[in-house]
């Protein structure tokens, strides 16, 4: 019998392909290297403690509870607390506004199938989160780059782009973006809502980071502006203020959209993960998470100025760089003629990695950017990595000038 081929995936698999930063981070697994590549949170900064204590009491007392199947929207207890913390922010909230979703990751995709159609044209920041855009494209989506300047999204381009583009939603990172670290002025937040009223589009608005500010007044979320606040779907996550391996994050969003995103959840995993939500339920009732956000930010304000003190000594002459006031990327801009991508595999070899900016962009990619991490080490780790960086960059940049 001649055994007949099985289907290939979908095309959009294949033609998506795999994220080039995770490629990136597995060269630079090796415990040697100083990695400024992944946005990992520091792990001695799990509060490990708190976390077991909360998983233990949930277990010892609603045992029936935290192992059994539960809805879709997500654990009350944990919705009530997330509805409160945003409250006590400024975001008047319910818990019937939340979905709990598996990681602010999970968010992005069932946004995307609950909004998207094959065609429809998605914008983003231009660097952007690849993560989102990956997921906008495996939708089916058309994504389109918004400019941008040392201020994030510049929402004086927007309206030409949406009478052209007539897209479906502009997807942002407000605060402390990634990969850029930059964060939207109110001026900006507000001109952004203001075109979703006047054009009709929604905005994602991703916030991840926002607790991590080191300096600086907060920004109100776009979300709670009037202009947009039936337009924006906000995303928020556990991941960087509590442990990543969690997968903990929400969406707030208006009614129907929410509801369009339950269903989709349905099918993509009936509920986040039972124990997980109830553990954190109880982890913010027990635990001061805004004293430990407290100890994690002190952490990281010291590890942003070892970075961006260093970067003078450790970057070819030329380099540009911006000073965060928040979040865990700073962005470089090495001298023209540079090509950070080409460098990597001299920084891996001395023992130090970044991230390069090209595959960032979604439009004509600058080859001379690259994103740096400062949360991963603590300064005395970032200082060394840093003169690593120096003598792999000096001696290419000096074979790149002569070439
Ligand atoms: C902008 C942005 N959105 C979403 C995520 C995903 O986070 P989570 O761990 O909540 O899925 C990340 C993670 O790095 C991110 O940088």
Known sequence: MTRAPIPSPAARAASVGPSPVREILALTARPEVISFAGGLPAP???DVAGIRAAYDRVLAEVPERALQYSTTEGDGDLRR?????????????GPDDLVVTTGSQQALTLIASALLEPGDVVLVEDPGYLAALQCFAFAGARVVPVPTDEGGLIPEALDELVARERPKLLYLVPTFQNPTGRTLSTRRRQAVAEAAERHGFWIVEDDPYGDLRYDGEPQPWI??????????VLLGSFSKIMAPGLRLGFLR????LRRACVIVKQSADLHTSTIDQAAAARYLRDCDLDG????IRAAYRERRDALVD???AALPAGSRWNRPEGGMFVWVQLPDGLDATALLPSAVEHDVAYVPGAPFYAGEPNRATLRMS??????EEIREGLRRLAAALSVQAAVAVAG
């Open 253 to 256: 969003a208006p009614r129907t």
């Open 310 to 312: 260093g970067l003078p």
């Open 374 to 379: 400062f949360v991963t080490h603590p300064p």
């Open 81 to 93: 607390e997330i509805a409160a913390r945003l409250s006590g922010r400024g975001l008047a909230t």
């Open 223 to 232: 979300a709670s502006l009037p202009a947009a606040a039936d337009r924006t």
């Open 292 to 295: 430990h956000v407290e100890l």
């Open 44 to 46: 001695e900064l799990f």
